[in-house]
């Protein structure tokens, strides 16, 4: 089974970060810790939680292994998921760094 996620980070379009704005916060809990982060600190963790949840939802439907092409990465996503780097824009330089 296969799945391509895109856009599956928080997008805002109408600032010149295209994400969240800095100042926003999120509450992280573990037990009866809880810690406030900035949304950066947290931003692609969007991307591998998607990921994870498409991976292990499909290993549930079938014995075969599933491929997972997503564009927002986080440390240890390649577990579960195929990193694909988005659209490039049709001009030489950026043709010349999506080579490498």
């Known amino acids: 089974m296969q799945v ?33 982060v ?10 591998h939680y998607g990921a994870k949840a498409h991976y292990e939802g499909l290993l549930k439907r079938s014995e075969e292994r599933p491929f997972v092409l997503n564009r927002a990465f986080f440390a240890g996503s390649q577990r579960y998921a195929v990193h694909w780097t988005g659209d490039p824009r049709c001009d ?5 760094i999506t080579i490498p």
Do not use: C
């Open 4 to 36: 391509w996620l895109d856009m599956v980070e928080p997008a805002i379009f109408t600032n010149t970060e295209k994400t969240m704005p800095k100042t926003n916060k999120h509450t992280l809990t573990q037990g009866d810790k809880q810690l406030e």
């Open 38 to 47: 900035s949304h950066r600190d947290v931003h692609s963790l969007y991307g």
């Open 92 to 96: 030489w330089g950026h043709f010349k």
